[in-house]
């Protein structure tokens, strides 16, 4: 009886965790084509790579969303909704960085990905949950649907973004 229940409660959780990672790959609601969501583990080499930096900029792109912000009130639901999905999207970065997928690496021709994303594996995580958190608190200040409080948790979000650029991201490619 008790195991059993201790199953369930396991299963529940497995499910719970499923759905969590589901949630992940949904796309904001800013009339943008949703593609289907790619699990990482099935690319390598240059194409993982290409979708990786698609994906990067699909990020770009719900964060511009709340940077261009208007400052009417009105579209302040698409604007929780593009935080909200920049916030889910943060916890997905780690995956789109299987070792070996960076600049030298087998396959890869076309990268700024430096190796020591690898080396540092825990900070580079850690500067995926500053993502996660500036995405929360630009949520909250959304919430509140003060305009000073909203451009300043852009700010922070981009304070996030340019982090982790700076230690993990190599020079441009022409
Ligand atoms: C945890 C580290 C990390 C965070 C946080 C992060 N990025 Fe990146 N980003 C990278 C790395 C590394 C690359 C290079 C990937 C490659 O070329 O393989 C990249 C690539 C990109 C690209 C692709 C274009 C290019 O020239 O590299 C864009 C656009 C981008 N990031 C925007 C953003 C924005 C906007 C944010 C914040 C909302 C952000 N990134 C947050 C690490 C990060």
Request: hydrophobic share 45%; aromatic share 4%.
């Amino acid at each position: 009886m008790t195991r059993e229940r201790g199953r369930n409660l396991i299963l529940g959780a497995a499910i719970g965790i499923a759905l969590a990672m589901l949630g992940l790959t949904i796309s904001p609601s800013n009339g943008e084509e949703t593609a289907p969501p790619v699990d990482p583990a099935t690319l390598s080499g240059q194409a993982l790579v290409d979708w990786r930096i698609g994906e990067m900029k699909r990020i770009g792109g719900m964060m511009g969303a709340i940077k261009r912000w208007d400052g009417n009130a009105a579209s302040l639901g698409d604007l929780a909704t593009a935080a909200e999905a920049l916030r889910a999207a943060a916890g997905t970065i780690p995956a789109m960085f299987p070792e070996n997928s960076g600049i030298g690496a087998e396959g890869v021709t076309k990268s700024r990905a430096l190796p020591v994303i690898w080396e540092k594996w825990e900070d580079f995580v850690q500067d995926t949950n500053d993502l996660e958190n500036a995405a929360a608190a630009s949520a909250a200040a959304i919430a509140t649907g003060d305009a000073e409080a909203i451009k300043a948790s852009v700010q922070g979000i981009i304070t996030a973004c340019q982090g982790c650029h700076e230690t993990f991201r190599g020079p441009e490619i022409q």
